[in-house]
């Protein structure tokens, strides 16, 4: 087995909720290997979003470690913090809410390319267009306003923007919770695809057990700022250890009850 | 363009435009409608409107042609106008970008210097400013952007606050955009809306005081301003009262215009204008 691509030790962050400070990460510890994916579940306010941030270096923890390819990740600032960051990115929740309402589809990813350089600026719209195709969409969907297309292609586009870069990591908060449920399986595929092609690991979460157990390797299941459960993600769900994840499993009608092929 | 469809659409702002739209027509024909010095003494001493065919609307108390006088007058109000509102909305977005982005420290220093320049009443402050520094365009210019930035800083402040914390500006953060570009790309144009809907407010209110300033003799003596014909008219107010009422409704229409057209593309904007 390889070295962890990512090592979390700890991770622990509070905030004031009408004068209380309440734990949003009390504690939290975790490992992702390369190429693989770790599922994050837990039901609403459990600290998973934090997490997220927390990782992404969005919100600072207030104590704890990260090492992520090696370097000490919550060490690092500035313009070495700008670079690095080209090996983590994230895919939001709200597809509208997570691209300013003036871009275009390639103006999005022009600035992904740009930014860290990843390929010289004469192939830019070569590349802009392999990235459209790679995501799924027609190309004659680059010019239009990120306003003028629907939810799911917008998140094709968010998934387009985050592998542009070429990262070692994509952590995924809540990425297909707003989509429909015929456009979530597409995008599932297309998440696992360009897993099997590019070797990049996943942090999906999620409060949807069926959803993370479709493309997780392992499972954590997060309750109350903490990580309960983990596992390799069939043990887990088999065997619950906890009531936590138990309520989550009675939570899909799909994994209950109904034999499964 | 759907925003302007809308702004022309709605009677308020078909109204405006259409004043203003005259307005600057006016003070553009100025130089050839009334070429020459409009200060220059163009005829007997106090004609009455509607008497002399090449003086259609009378002279001064010295043979100033009044119409010369509204024509160049219209141009001194809106360029006052226009250039101390453009001044006062950038350096306030500026500021306001870098105080609501740039967090706490700079953010209060900043913050105590447009309370600094608020608590001052505007005109009081530019008159100030004018009669150390002298009456000339610029400095007029100068001295009500002074006294009228604060208010748009503020605004974008508020709006850059709200906007920063948004998924899409996080985003770009997890991208590795630099800040600056974050500042101008992401967050500015998306807070500028309301601004621009504030600078209507700010040109009518800056050729008041432009006006004003005049009216007390503390504007640019060798530039005609409305202000000024209505200081001029005001020692022949039983006499000749025409002399200051007409620059006086050059005035209320160009004011009334601006707030016209503000008050309908808010009201566009606000419609639709944005997500």
Redesign the interface.
């Known amino acids: 087995m390889t070295a962890p691509l990512l090592i979390a030790r700890d991770l622990r962050r509070t905030f004031a909720s009408g004068g209380r400070r309440v734990a949003a990460l009390d504690g939290v510890s975790l490992e992702i290997a390369p190429g693989e994916t770790l599922g994050l579940v837990g039901a609403s306010g459990c600290g998973k979003s934090t997490l997220a941030r927390v990782l992404t270096r969005l919100v600072a923890p207030e104590a704890g470690s990260v090492h992520f390819m090696g370097a000490d990740w919550l060490k690092l600032s500035g313009s070495r913090l700008r670079a690095a960051r080209r090996h983590m990115q994230m895919v939001f929740q709200e597809p509208l809410a997570a691209f300013n309402p003036r871009a275009t589809v390639a103006g999005v990813l022009a600035d992904a390319l740009r930014i860290h350089a990843v390929v010289p600026k004469a192939e830019r719209g070569a590349e802009i267009a392999r990235l459209v195709d790679r995501v799924g969409l027609p190309a004659a969907l680059a010019g239009r306003s990120i306003r003028n297309i629907s939810g799911g292609q917008r998140q094709r586009v968010a998934i387009a923007r985050a592998i542009a870069v070429r990262p070692r990591l994509v952590i995924l908060d809540e990425a297909v919770s707003a989509l429909d449920v015929s456009v979530r399986g597409r995008i599932l595929d297309l998440l696992v695809d360009l897993q099997r092609e590019t070797g990049v690991s996943y942090l999906f979460v999620s409060h949807d057990l069926a959803v993370v157990r479709a493309v997780s390797h392992r499972i954590a299941v997060m309750d109350a700022g903490r990580i309960v459960e983990e596992g390799p993600a069939a043990e887990v769900i088999a065997a619950p250890s906890t009531a936590v994840l138990g309520r989550l499993i009675d939570a899909v009608p799909r994994l209950k009850g109904k034999p499964q092929a | 363009m759907s925003v302007l469809r809308r702004l022309l659409s709605s009677p308020t702002g078909a109204v405006g435009v259409a004043l203003l739209a005259v307005i600057a027509v006016a003070a553009l024909s100025a130089p050839w409608i009334a070429p020459g010095d409009p200060l220059r003494i163009a005829g007997p001493a106090l004609l009455p409107p509607f008497t002399d065919p090449a003086l259609p609307l009378g002279t001064d108390r010295l043979g100033r042609d009044v119409l010369a006088g509204l024509l160049h007058g219209a141009r001194t109000s809106l360029i006052v106008g226009i250039a101390a509102a453009a001044a006062a909305i950038i350096v306030g977005s500026l500021v306001g970008t870098i105080a609501g982005f740039a967090g706490r420290l700079v953010d209060e220093a900043l913050m105590r210097v447009v309370d600094a320049f608020q608590i001052v009443p505007g005109f009081l402050l530019a008159l100030a400013f004018v009669s150390v520094a002298g009456g000339s365009l610029s400095t007029v210019i100068l001295a009500i952007a002074l006294s009228a930035w604060a208010q748009p800083a503020r605004l974008v402040r508020a709006e850059v606050l709200s906007i920063r914390e948004?998924?899409?500006v996080?985003?770009?953060?997890?991208?590795?955009?630099?800040p600056v570009e974050i500042a101008l790309?992401?967050i500015l144009?998306?807070a500028l809306p309301p601004v621009l809907a504030l600078a209507a407010v700010i040109v009518a209110a800056a050729i008041l005081t432009e006006a004003a300033l005049s009216f007390l003799g503390l504007g640019d003596p060798n530039v005609v301003t409305w202000g000024s014909m209505i200081s001029e008219g005001r020692n022949v107010l039983r006499a000749a009262p025409f002399l200051s009422v007409i620059p006086g409704i050059g005035l209320v229409a160009t004011v009334l215009g601006v707030y016209l057209v503000s008050e309908a593309a808010s009201e566009a904007l606000g419609r639709g204008g944005?997500?």
């Open positions: 948004r998924d899409y996080a985003a770009a953060r997890v991208l590795g955009m630099h790309k992401e144009p998306n944005r997500p």
